[in-house]
């Protein structure tokens, strides 16, 4: 075998292993079975009338190696015991990889969002949704937004940690180009991944001529110690209605990394809780936790 070729496979592995270490999983059989059946105990349950202080269903968008279920045993009780009709998708599936989702083509994974978001807005009788998303979960709607007439049906989108800029892997990506067919492996057996790396030609149409699109309320929540998506100021946005946040002036000592700001830090969860309703919005701090 060549020397590169035997360098190759290390590398991919590398790449792929510092995307999945950021997701914790239960035992294969207790998330295979919740996956395949998400919570309906009012999480995931399409008798639920929005109410009029919360009109809007939420509906959460997992992370890459995710699934609908980890990525929110969190926040969904947390929304949905402030009152909120609360839904979750699977999305990106790979034939013959059970569990582990978001890792098929993005504008694809865009495409299943929004057949979600019309089967979510039907059995609730919204004229519009919210969205809040981890890590590939907060940037893919963007595609949705932009491109599939989304920001007719979304009120707003609440990033949490998300890669609208692409990621570079703390500079890991920028070794690609040093490996020979790296890239096409990548974009063969996982395209989300190719996907999210800086300056890939997703990301290049997904952020020409601007971040957002009018009529959506943007929120970004992100933390300096995010070890996944680097450099982190790269997650936020820019236009006129858009609410960049770092975790760590909300909460100096807060040390949330990737996978924590999502899974289960509640000062990210009390700025989500804001986002989605503003005009009840109180100071977010290190005592938000209490909330």
């Known amino acids: 075998m060549l020397p590169w070729k035997r360098m190759l496979r290390p590398l991919a592995a590398l790449v792929l292993t510092a995307t999945v270490v950021i997701v914790p999983t239960a035992s294969a059989s207790a998330t295979a079975s919740a996956t395949a059946a998400a919570p309906s105990n009012g999480w995931n349950n399409y008798s639920c009338e929005p109410s009029t202080a919360h009109p809007r269903p939420v509906v959460l968008v997992h992370g890459t190696f995710a699934n609908s279920v980890d990525n929110w045993l969190g926040l969904a009780p947390y929304l949905v015991n402030r009152g909120y009709c609360v839904y979750s998708l699977d999305y990106g599936q790979l034939p013959g990889v059970p569990l582990f989702n978001g890792l098929g083509p993005i504008d694809k994974s865009a495409e299943q969002l929004q057949v979600f978001v019309d089967k979510v807005l039907a059995a609730t009788g919204s004229a519009k949704a919210d969205l809040v998303g981890h890590s590939q979960g907060g940037m893919m709607p963007r595609y949705y937004l932009k491109f599939l007439g989304g920001a007719a049906k979304v009120n707003a989108l609440v990033g949490i940690a998300p890669d609208n800029h692409g990621t570079t892997l703390g500079g890991l990506t920028n070794l690609l180009a040093y490996f020979p067919g790296a890239e096409d492996l990548l974009s063969t057996a996982t395209p989300a991944l190719a996907d999210q790396i800086a300056g890939s030609a997703f990301l290049t149409k997904l952020n020409a001529g601007g971040d957002t699109v009018a009529g959506v309320?943007?929120?970004?929540?992100?933390?300096?110690?995010?070890?996944?998506?680097?450099?982190?100021?790269?997650?936020?946005?820019?236009?006129?209605?858009?609410?960049?946040?770092?975790?760590?002036?909300?909460?100096?000592?807060?040390?949330?990394?990737?996978?924590?700001?999502?899974?289960?830090?509640?000062?990210?969860?009390?700025?989500?809780?804001?986002?989605?309703?503003?005009?009840?919005?109180?100071?977010?701090?290190?005592?938000?936790?209490?909330?």
């Open 217 to 291: 309320h943007y929120t970004v929540i992100a933390t300096k110690y995010d070890e996944v998506v680097t450099p982190y100021r790269s997650q936020f946005l820019t236009g006129s209605d858009v609410h960049n946040v770092l975790l760590q002036d909300l909460c100096a000592v807060d040390l949330s990394e990737h996978a924590a700001i999502g899974l289960l830090d509640r000062v990210a969860f009390h700025e989500v809780a804001n986002a989605l309703d503003p005009s009840h919005a109180t100071a977010t701090t290190c005592l938000s936790v209490l909330g």
